[in-house]
């Protein structure tokens, strides 16, 4: 079997096994698991915090307004659809009344998260918001002070911006700096690959130009 249709399959296996996770108290709460959704190929990665409402509904990541406003940023400013990247959070379960996830829940979680991450193998990483960045960076500092910077992460790259709830909240400031941070994305995207694992030319994204390359 070739390699990526094995991840594929693992990746598939894996979500089966999360959907039944009562590793952690979000378990007792939730609707749904969000095990994440996209091309399990992709080379571009969205990683968010925790489902929320309508994520739990239904099984799916970013399908209310924060979900409308990313899907255009990643359309306007990266040339892509989500089916043409992937996208799940730090906790596949939600987090009652939409609190925060608490750091144990997000330990908790993270196993499956590092397993998607090796299976998928992103070049590139965007993480949104304040946990999902510190998490993946391993830093204690806000996300204002993370982002506008691209970090080595894997073999790849990261870049980490705003929760798109956030820009919803904050207005035509942090949704600016927000579609910066998709055009950072997009050019390491194009840029040469760091390492051989998985080469900037094998998993093309369908509709990016190399206007920013
Ligand atoms: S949040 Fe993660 S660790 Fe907790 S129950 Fe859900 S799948 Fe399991």
Redesign the pocket.
């Given at each position: 079997m070739d390699p990526d249709d094995t991840a594929v399959a693992l990746l598939h296996q894996l979500a089966g096994q999360?959907a039944g996770?009562?590793?952690?108290r979000?378990?007792a709460g939730?609707t749904n698991?969000v095990f994440g959704t996209g091309d399990p190929k992709a080379n571009l990665m969205f990683i968010g915090e925790g489902p929320g409402e309508q994520e739990d509904l239904q099984g799916l990541p970013f399908v209310g307004r924060s979900g409308q406003l990313l899907d255009r940023l990643m359309l306007e400013e990266i040339g892509i659809t989500r089916s043409h990247c992937y996208i799940a959070n730090m906790?596949?379960?939600r987090p009652p009344g939409n609190r925060d996830p608490m750091p144990d829940?997000i330990s908790?979680?993270r196993p499956?998260l590092e397993s998607q991450l090796d299976l998928i193998a992103p070049k590139v990483v965007v993480t949104l918001g304040r946990f999902a960045s510190q998490a993946l960076l391993d830093s204690t500092e806000g996300i204002t002070r993370l982002r506008g910077r691209v970090y080595p992460y894997r073999s790849g790259y990261l870049v980490p911006t705003f929760h798109p709830s956030a820009a919803l909240r904050g207005g035509g400031t942090v949704v600016a700096q927000m579609r910066s941070d998709f055009v950072r994305a997009k050019e390491v995207l194009l840029s040469p690959a760091r390492t051989t694992a998985k080469g900037a030319g094998q998993h093309r994204v369908s509709g990016a130009d190399s206007s920013h390359a």
């Open positions: 999360v996770c009562t590793r952690c979000l378990a939730r698991v906790t596949k379960c829940e908790a979680c499956y």
